[in-house]
């Protein structure tokens, strides 16, 4: 009951967080590893466990996608269906050992990113680059395949470099991409067996519930204020897990 506890909490504030300002990861990955589930299947658990918020986020974005030119769309989708399904592969042949290795560098680059995203996305706004879509797509998506933290500041970033402007659309792409990939990388960890499905269930329930309850929450509570808070976590979860390492 105490592990269900933890879980619950865990799963609902990262709803909460997700529909705030992202970040919802820092909490259901440890939670399931503080609970005893190894590294690489507390990993796939998690990505299941934030999988729903994706879909409803997409459907609320759905008239700025719509916008969107559906060759551009369909060769981005391509290009996230190819990178999570070779990040979700080799997640699948990591060993726990190994992933508990790389774990700490992911948090901590994870919170960098969250933490500088507005400053990365006004670099690249700033310099207009020309980065190919489907390989800039795919190695994006490799990563979300192997580790899902910080995708979507990640994702953010790079469609600056594609030139793209209006942010609502920007976070509509983001979110789709995210929903597609996930739903990759959930079809992989299942058929491979490494979800633990008591465990993803319960967070699922608690993570739908706690987006719905963020987005009042969102309206009201200073988003530097959420934003302080997801970094804090972040460091905390990637300082916690290093200790474990070099322990």
């Known amino acids: 009951m105490h592990d269900l506890l933890v879980l619950g909490v865990a799963a609902f504030a990262a709803g909460v967080l997700n529909t705030i300002a992202g970040g919802g990861t820092f909490l259901t990955f440890p939670a399931l590893v503080f609970t005893g589930v190894p590294v690489v299947s507390a990993n796939a658990t998690s990505t299941v466990a934030v999988f729903p918020g994706y879909l409803g986020g997409a459907l609320g974005f759905r008239r700025e996608i719509a916008e969107l030119e559906n060759p551009f769309l369909v060769k981005v989708i391509l290009a996230t269906m190819v990178g999570g399904l070779a990040g979700s592969l080799l997640l699948l042949v990591s060993s726990n050992d190994a992933f508990s290795v790389v774990v700490p560098f992911l948090l901590a680059a994870a919170t960098l990113a969250f ?14 680059m020309n980065a190919a879509e489907s390989i800039g797509t795919t190695l994006a998506s490799v990563y979300g395949g192997y580790f899902n933290g910080g995708l979507g500041i990640i994702l953010l970033a790079l469609f600056s470099l594609w030139g793209m402007r209006d942010l609502h659309q920007m976070n509509g792409l983001k979110t789709l991409l995210s929903f597609v990939l996930s739903a990759i990388s959930v079809v992989t960890f299942a058929v491979a067996g490494i979800v633990e499905w008591p465990q993803a269930l319960l967070m699922m329930v608690a993570a739908t519930a706690g987006g719905y309850a963020g987005a009042p929450l969102a309206r009201i509570l200073p988003r530097a204020a959420v934003r302080a808070t997801v970094i804090v976590v972040g460091a905390g979860m990637s300082a916690l897990f290093f200790l474990r390492l070099f322990a």
Do not use: M
């Not at 400053?119 to 310099?127: K, S």
């Open 115 to 128: 933490a500088f995203g507005d400053r990365i996305r006004t670099w690249a706004e700033a310099r207009k």
